[in-house]
């Protein structure tokens, strides 16, 4: 009887799909959709419909001239596969971007914030199409199945052929499945990036700025919590290895000084930087983090006022955490803020209002007044009017 | 579970009922039990679901209205997202252990925005149908087998199959009538058994 089983399980086993797919998967055509009965269709339908829903999804960002710049990117990048993939922007301030298999790229605001140009924002709209046209998430779901397909069949076939400490052998093969996923998922980023990589130097875009967007991203990530870590990197390991590859494949362009194009990037997220640094310190990430990000953001120099004021932001939100006391740190900033430009109001209001939380009410009013004159009609002049009586 | 409603009649003779994009999708499960997509399963059920829908409205004297996906527009997929939520929180309240605890009698609404839907699509009523069903591989069903007599306790789950449907008033928003099931069995693969289904589905649907 056992022994019908067993061959039941073996013939099962044969059914499933060899690792790594059965048949060698192609890349996608420009304009090519998959047949019905594909399970590919089966994975874009399920993405059409989530795609139906993002778009009028309340985290999408209102901006459709930004994605449309994002598109113009794209199709820099890929004049062939410009028609086959969109680009939404999704108001969600951690690091992160992705592409499902029926060409809708997501783009996360926290990596528009992170991006020091077009160049390196390229680089990564290059290399989430790399991950479309090489059927990345056809490849993964194949892997996935049979992995998981061989997995099951192993847990009975040792079962029935009676192998003592069988179920140390059903662990250890979870350990080893865990480890392939891992590797097979890093194929894929290697590959998507060597894609990526081709397009930016033939869009003549600077090569150098691709490995530049993961070495601010790695040092970001040290600087922060490790347990809380940057999402685009839990799917995408060895960071570290990926620069490495990066910079050995760009430096035979090395002495080609290409565009960055830092204006035109700095020009489109200008409208929504305020509130993406706010949400960003919201996170209440380490501050050393938060100020890293923000150095990056203001690395020009030409905005010293700013980048002082949204540091004091950091130390004000944090308050008193573990007795030490931020609010000092916090006006440490502003007041350097104000030495660098001496009629932004908004650094005049959170320094007035902080100075009020710790009652140096004199100096308080004063800014709050200064407030209220350098800003002209400000929505909330009723309020801080009160708090000056 | 039974069917809830707030009418019996429709209050007009030969009521237009605007039929929704039906909101189904129908995967295989691969012998691990992963859920995989299935395009053509998924739309040949989709025509079984609206032939058996519109054989059930012409018994009831009712009359199917197509709908036009050009007439589309942003604020018309809020409102069949915002159903899919509604649905799935009468299933909870209604039928399952989340009840509402001041929610007694059977009255939600998805809002006056739905005579956006009357006005462009000239219709008295609109029909939702939300659908989910699974089955399993023929690898799976082997496999569930010899689970089955070699491990007598522990058998993998074949496919389920999770079904809700609301009647909207395209005058006030109202859901007039719903019905909602969880089972482990139906298809609607094929036109005779999505017959079944359907008909499961619409148990005392007004008319």
């Not at chain 1, 459709?64 to 922007?89: A, F, G, H, Q, S």
């Not at chain 1, 528009?112 to 790399?130: F, P, S, Y």
């Not at chain 1, 609010?327 to 932004?344: G, L, M, P, R, T």
Request: net charge neutral; with cysteine; charged share 30%.
């Amino acid at each position: 009887m056992k022994k019908i089983f067993l061959f039941i399980i073996i013939f099962l086993g044969s059914c499933a799909t060899p690792i790594g797919g059965a048949k060698k998967v192609e890349d996608i055509k420009p304009q090519e959709t998959p047949s019905i009965e594909s399970i590919e269709a089966g994975l874009w339908m399920q993405m059409n419909n989530y795609e139906e829903k993002l778009k009028t999804s309340g985290s999408r960002l209102k901006d459709k001239d930004l994605e449309k710049y994002l598109k113009n990117i794209l199709c820099k990048l890929t004049i062939e596969y410009c028609k086959d993939i969109r680009v939404y922007v999704q108001d969600i301030p951690y690091f992160n971007a992705f592409m499902a298999p029926n060409g809708m790229m997501v783009v996360w605001t926290g990596l528009l914030l992170r991006a020091q140009n077009e160049a390196q924002l390229a680089a990564v709209i290059g290399h989430e199409a790399g991950h479309y046209i090489k059927r990345h998430s056809l490849k993964s779901w194949l892997d996935a199945k049979s992995r998981t397909d061989l997995m099951a069949i192993l847990a009975i076939g040792l079962s029935v052929g009676g192998i003592p400490g069988a179920g140390d052998i059903f662990n250890v093969t979870q350990l080893l499945q865990a480890g392939f996923m891992a590797k097979h998922s890093r194929d894929n980023e290697r590959e998507a990036d060597k894609v990526g990589l081709n397009f930016l130097i033939n869009a003549e875009y600077d090569p150098g700025e691709a490995p530049k967007i993961w070495e601010n991203i790695i040092k970001e990530m040290e600087l922060g919590e490790a347990n809380k870590p940057l999402s685009f990197l839990a799917s995408h390991p060895a960071p570290e290895e990926r620069i490495k590859n990066l910079k050995k494949q760009t430096k035979e362009y090395e002495n080609i000084k290409n565009k960055k194009n830092t204006k035109e990037l700095k020009e489109k997220i200008h409208p929504h930087l305020k509130k993406w640094i706010k949400n960003e310190i919201r996170l209440k990430n380490k501050p050393e983090q938060t100020e890293f990000v923000l150095e990056k953001t203001f690395e020009d120099k030409k905005n010293d006022y700013l980048l002082k004021f949204y540091k004091g932001e950091i130390y004000r939100l944090i308050g008193v955490k573990e007795e030490e006391n931020n609010y000092d740190k916090a006006i440490d900033y502003y007041d350097e803020s104000i030495k660098a430009k001496n009629d932004f109001p908004d650094v005049y209001r959170e320094l007035g209002l902080l100075q009020l939380k710790i009652e140096k009410n004199e100096e308080a009013k004063k800014n709050l007044k200064k407030y209220l004159k350098l800003s002209k009609n400000p929505q909330d002049a009723a309020i801080i009017e009160s708090y000056l009586n | 579970m039974e069917p809830k409603y707030t009418i019996r009649i429709f209050d007009k003779e030969r009521p237009q009922i605007l039929l929704m994009p039906v909101d189904i999708e129908i995967c295989e499960l691969t012998i691990a039990g992963m859920c995989e997509p299935s395009a053509s399963w998924t739309q040949s059920s989709k025509e079984n679901i609206i032939i058996s829908f519109e054989e059930i409205l012409n018994t009831r004297n009712a009359i199917l209205k197509k709908y036009n996906k050009n007439k589309q527009n942003d604020e018309i997929i809020q409102l069949i997202k915002l159903h899919t939520q509604i649905g799935q929180e009468i299933i909870n309240n209604e039928y399952g252990t989340f009840e509402l605890p001041t929610k007694k009698e059977f009255n939600w609404t998805l809002g006056k925005k739905v005579k956006l839907l009357k006005q462009k699509n000239n219709s008295d009523y609109a029909i939702f149908i939300f659908l989910r069903d699974q089955y399993s591989s023929t690898e799976r069903v082997i496999y569930s087998i010899i689970t089955a007599v070699l491990f007598p306790g522990i058998i993998p789950i074949g496919g389920s199959q999770i079904a809700f449907a609301s009647l909207v008033d395209l005058n006030n928003g109202e859901i007039t009538w719903f019905n909602g099931y969880y089972r482990s069995f139906g298809d609607v693969r094929d036109l005779e058994n999505a017959r079944n289904t359907v008909n499961k589905l619409f148990e005392e649907f007004p008319g």
